[in-house]
């Protein structure tokens, strides 16, 4: 890895999220956090305790949150619209679709508790189709940050950034390894890894597993991987795909999501058009979750650190 | 301010103009358009307080949000008649390139509009919305939202009913266009409303009712709905569908249909140029 990424704590990335949330309550006065019955979970208590009059409880009714945060945009507030993953996005399609995207409101959909990592809860909770749908809307920015640090920085810098967004977020502890203000830029790649043999990409809680799998890839296999985080699904680093599959000829995408319609998808379109190149998916296949331990899900669904290394080494078998 | 007479006039020319768009693209809503044009006239030629400059925040203004959007010919004409935009952009209601999209839309800029409705049921909570910003902002002015009757059937709707009575949302002022028709027959016939005042009034709501033809009614009911009494305000208003063209009145057959020529000329001999056809 390169000298600045290593691991240096275990949090949870939603605890990013209420941390930078209660910086940005006290440093933006149009910043409004709304939540539906999940304040607790998506780490909002110390912004509702310090802000009481820009937290809105929504009570269980999503659709109604949405909407509110639409009209609160159109009036120039910054509203956060917070829930787990499968009710901020697959309940709420329509209500973002017209509310939001296409009435392009200032509104940030910010879901913790995404993909399998959720955990016990099972299949119901654990939604992996949600980058896919989100990058579909046009104008939506989507982002699946990989650490506590991230997240932080990420909500941040979407608060910044006018227009609507989709920031995604998990419920586990996490290993924290981007250091406390690494620059964060909406769409621009972060390098962890340079190498040779095949490029690495991917976003959210799948970073660590690849970083596991690079150093294993390199001790065993004498594989010198590049690793990119693709923290942004949209609009995508083209650049810096293209740019790491010249050098490598041979890519593997990492997420926490459908392969239909997630990062691989967005990563395949482009090298498609600009440059065929061998690509495997390290993702779910076609599947929903079930109960278990963040990491024994992982491993059962193909997305543990041998997978990465298994894809890895296929990919870089692929370029004759 | 305009007076009665006053009011009618500007209504009869928003009829007039309902059918010249629906008719020239033969697309379209006319039903529910024309049984709101008073209400339209009412709100934007004599309660509100808005500017056809027109901002989208909006700040000092009294809003109005279209939750119902496929009667978008009753407000394109409502906003162009107060200046919004020129009158002359009428003619390019659904067409291709238009500002005027089939439900209302801000994606093409179009002034007046604050955000998409067409996908039934969530105006209401846009309204909300856009009422806590202006409690957050200090601004005393009102925000309006108008459903369909047929509308109440999406749970969104009762969802933000809900929210607007536990939180006090009191500079709010929904009504609904109660003409008993939806796209399949009458209320009664596709899902039953019930008891709708009891309904809104158990969700936490003041109700009131008011004759959506009736001018005096109207106004003297909507400026006792802006007193803020600590809840929010829900008018049910009843209205006849396709009202001016005998042919359309009370029916559910005009509500997404347009008339063919004969039928156009018979409408437009009903309702009177009072402003000038664009």
Redesign the interface.
């Known amino acids: 890895m390169l000298d600045q990424f290593t691991v240096t704590d275990k949090k949870a990335t939603r605890d990013g999220f209420g941390k930078a949330m209660s910086e940005l309550g006290a440093s933006n006065p149009k910043v409004i956090a709304m939540c539906a019955d999940l304040t607790g979970s998506l780490k909002l208590n110390p912004f509702q305790d310090a802000h009481p009059?820009?937290f809105?409880q929504?009570?269980i009714?999503e659709?109604?949150?949405?909407?509110?945060?639409?009209?609160?945009?159109?009036?120039?507030?910054i509203?956060f619209a917070t829930t787990f993953a499968n009710f901020a996005t697959g309940r709420v399609y329509?209500?973002i679709?017209?509310?939001v995207a296409?009435?392009?409101?200032n509104v940030k959909i910010c879901a913790s508790h995404a993909g399998l990592t959720l955990g016990e809860d099972g299949a119901t909770h654990q939604i992996l189709e949600d980058l896919g749908m989100m990058k579909m809307l046009p104008g939506m920015t989507v982002i699946n940050p990989c650490d506590y640090h991230q997240v932080i920085a990420a909500t941040k810098a979407i608060a910044d950034h006018h227009g609507p967004v989709y920031l995604r977020f998990g419920r586990p502890g996490w290993p924290v390894f981007i250091p406390e203000n690494t620059p964060f830029k909406i769409g621009e790649a972060l390098m962890i890894q340079p190498g040779t043999d095949v490029s690495i990409f991917a976003t959210g809680h799948m970073v660590y597993q690849a970083m596991e799998a690079v150093k294993i890839l390199k001790s065993e296999h004498s594989i010198n991987a590049e690793l990119v985080n693709i923290h942004t699904i949209k609009p995508l680093d083209e650049q810096a795909i293209i740019s790491s599959a010249t050098k490598t000829g041979a890519v593997v995408t990492c997420e926490e999501h459908q392969r239909n319609g997630g990062l691989g998808d967005s990563v395949a379109q482009v090298l498609s058009q600009f440059l065929p190149t061998p690509q495997e998916y390290v993702a779910v296949n076609d599947s929903f979750g079930e109960s278990g331990k963040p990491s024994e899900l992982l491993d059962k669904y193909g997305l543990g650190i041998t997978d990465v290394v298994a894809a890895a080494i296929k990919a870089f078998e692929r370029k004759a | 301010m305009k007076d009665e007479n006053q009011l009618k006039q500007i209504a009869s020319q928003i009829r007039r103009d309902i059918i010249r768009q629906v008719a020239a693209v033969n697309s379209g809503h006319p039903g529910g358009s024309l049984g709101c044009a008073d209400l339209f006239t009412v709100l934007y030629f004599h309660i509100m307080k808005h500017d056809a400059s027109f901002n989208m925040k909006g700040e000092n203004e009294d809003l109005f949000f279209l939750s119902n959007g496929h009667i978008s010919p009753v407000w394109y004409s409502t906003l162009a008649r107060a200046g919004y935009f020129p009158v002359e952009e009428l003619k390019t209601f659904r067409k291709l390139n238009s500002r005027l999209q089939g439900h209302p839309a801000t994606h093409e800029g179009l002034p007046g509009i604050r955000v998409a409705s067409g996908s039934l049921g969530q105006g209401l909570s846009v309204a909300i919305g856009a009422a806590l910003s202006k409690k957050l902002n200090k601004d005393p002015r009102t925000v309006f939202a108008l459903t369909g009757d047929g509308e109440l059937q999406e749970g969104q709707i009762w969802e933000a009913a809900m929210f607007a009575a536990h939180n006090k949302v009191d500079n709010l002022i929904a009504i609904v266009d109660w003409n008993g028709q939806q796209i399949d027959g009458s209320n009664d016939d596709v899902i039953t409303l019930g008891d709708l005042e009891g309904k809104w009034k158990s969700f936490g709501w003041e109700v009131h009712e008011m004759n959506g033809h009736d001018y005096p009614s109207m106004i003297t009911t909507i400026n006792k709905a802006k007193e803020n009494t600590g809840k929010p305000q829900v008018i049910l208003m009843r209205t006849e569908m396709g009202k001016g063209v005998d042919f359309m009145e009370g029916t559910h057959k005009w509500h997404g249909k347009a008339p063919n020529a004969e039928q156009t000329e018979i409408a437009l001999a009903q309702l009177e140029e009072t402003l000038g056809d664009y």
Request: aromatic share 4%; hydrophobic share 35%; charged share 15%.
């Open positions: 009059e820009r809105i929504a009570g009714s659709a109604n949150m949405i909407g509110m945060a639409a009209g609160l945009a159109t009036t120039g507030m509203p329509d209500q679709r017209q509310s296409y009435s392009h409101k």
